[in-house]
T-cell receptor, first 111, second 115 residues
Framework: SQQGEEDPQALSIQEGENATMNCSYK?????LQWYRQNSGRGLVHLIL?????REKHSGRLRVTLDTSKKSSSLLITASRAADTASYFC???????????FGSGTRLLVRP | ETGVTQSPTHLIKTRGQQVTLRCSSQ?????VSWYQQALGQGPQFIFQ???????GRGNFPPRFSGLQFPNYSSELNVNALELDDSALYLC??????????????FGEGSWLTVV
């Protein structure tokens, strides 16, 4: 089973700045997914990056994956107050049927 | 919009009671998983159902049980509620038994408070 550990635990930035969150894991993966969770709500799927991919973009989001370092990063550019949320990474192996979450990164974007 | 719907959104139960939470998975998804998320923590895997059978379970006692129906909707049942069962319960769906390559989509969750 895989578990992702997000870093930092909390991040506070000004609107318009970029936010970078990191994820580390311990064993080989098939893919890694990033999720966002607004306070008290469900998880929203952001991006899935496969083990043979190094970088992926979606709007203002950029995800990188370095399988040699067993790490991933999520960059949110030109942040908005609406980006305030917790962000979780979920690495998955080939036969993994479940996601094991860390405690997430709590992002606060100040207007 | 993930296509995964859960009900109820909020409920309050008394310790010792039983609760049933419901989930309708995204169209075409035959696998449903349930997660428990306590305040300030990440979601914890409870179990997964594929084609109406449980095929994976996390570290939860037997009083947590579930069902999956032929239309792939699902229920989570918790008996003998304890105060520590107070949490957000999340349902997630995916195609093909959630094999490693597939995206997993979550619902908005059901907030359970046990008093």
């Amino acid at each position: 089973s895989q578990q992702g550990e997000e870093d930092p635990q909390a991040l506070s930035i000004q609107e318009g700045e970029n936010a970078t969150m990191n994820c580390s894991y311990k064993t080989s993966i098939n893919n890694l997914q990033w999720y966002r969770q607004n306070s008290g709500r469900g998880l929203v799927h952001l991006i899935l990056i496969r083990s043979n991919e190094r970088e992926k973009h979606s709007g203002r989001l950029r995800v990188t994956l370095d399988t040699s370092k067993k790490s991933s990063s999520l960059l949110i550019t030109a942040s908005r107050a609406a980006d305030t949320a917790s962000y979780f990474c979920a690495p998955r192996g080939d036969s993994s049927y479940k996601l094991i979450f860390g405690s997430g990164t709590r992002l606060l974007v100040r207007p | 919009e993930t296509g995964v719907t859960q009900s109820p959104t909020h409920l309050i139960k008394t310790r010792g009671q039983q609760v049933t939470l419901r989930c309708s998975s995204q169209s075409g998804h035959n696998t449903v998983s349930w997660y428990q998320q306590a305040l300030g923590q990440g979601p914890q895997f409870i179990f997964q159902y594929y084609r109406e059978e449980e095929n994976g379970r996390g570290n939860f006692p037997p009083r947590f049980s579930g069902l999956q129906f032929p239309n792939y909707s699902s229920e989570l049942n918790v008996n003998a509620l304890e105060l520590d069962d107070s949490a957000l319960y999340l349902c997630a769906s995916s195609p093909y038994r959630g094999q490693g390559g597939n995206t997993i989509y979550f619902g908005e969750g059901s907030w359970l408070t046990v008093v």
